[in-house]
């Protein structure tokens, strides 16, 4: 695929990802995981993190696109993130691969 091939699903798929965040609406948030992914989540510990911490109930909608990382059969959108209510910037990790077919997410964090 080409980078902008990447980035016109990329990019969506990011944005969900802020706005289902910001939202605390984990069944949403996970929609385009892939099967390993989910399978590999702790439940409780994921919706913790949705209740407990400002910076992912925060997350600004604007983004900065960074660039991309091609490594294997994955390809790693880098994203600068900021907050609404933190000073600061943090580094958003978003990788996709395809699974049955589909562009599915097999790895998202920011830090």
Same mark, same amino acid.
């Given at each position: 695929? $080409?980078?902008?091939?990447?980035?016109?699903?990329?990019?969506?798929?990011?944005?969900?990802?802020?706005? =289902?965040?910001n939202?605390g609406? =984990?069944?949403?948030?996970?929609?385009?995981?892939s099967y390993?992914?989910? *399978?590999?989540?702790?439940?409780?510990?994921? %919706?913790?993190?949705?209740?407990?911490?400002?910076? $992912?109930?925060? #997350?600004? !909608?604007?983004?900065? =696109?960074?660039?991309?990382?091609?490594?294997?059969?994955h390809?790693?959108?880098?994203y600068?993130?900021?907050? $609404?209510?933190?000073?600061?910037?943090?580094?958003?990790? #978003?990788?996709?691969?395809?699974?049955? %077919?589909?562009? !599915?997410?097999?790895?998202?964090?920011? *830090?």
């Amino acid at each position: 695929m $080409t980078d902008e091939e990447i980035l016109a699903i990329a990019h969506p798929m990011w944005d969900d990802l802020i706005k =289902y965040s910001n939202k605390g609406q =984990y069944g949403k948030f996970v929609r385009h995981f892939s099967y390993n992914l989910l *399978f590999g989540l702790n439940e409780v510990e994921v %919706g913790k993190q949705f209740v407990k911490s400002e910076l $992912t109930r925060n #997350l600004s !909608k604007e983004r900065d =696109y960074l660039g991309i990382i091609r490594r294997g059969e994955h390809v790693t959108v880098l994203y600068r993130q900021r907050s $609404t209510k933190k000073e600061g910037e943090w580094l958003g990790r #978003l990788v996709l691969g395809f699974e049955d %077919g589909e562009v !599915k997410i097999f790895g998202a964090s920011i *830090f």
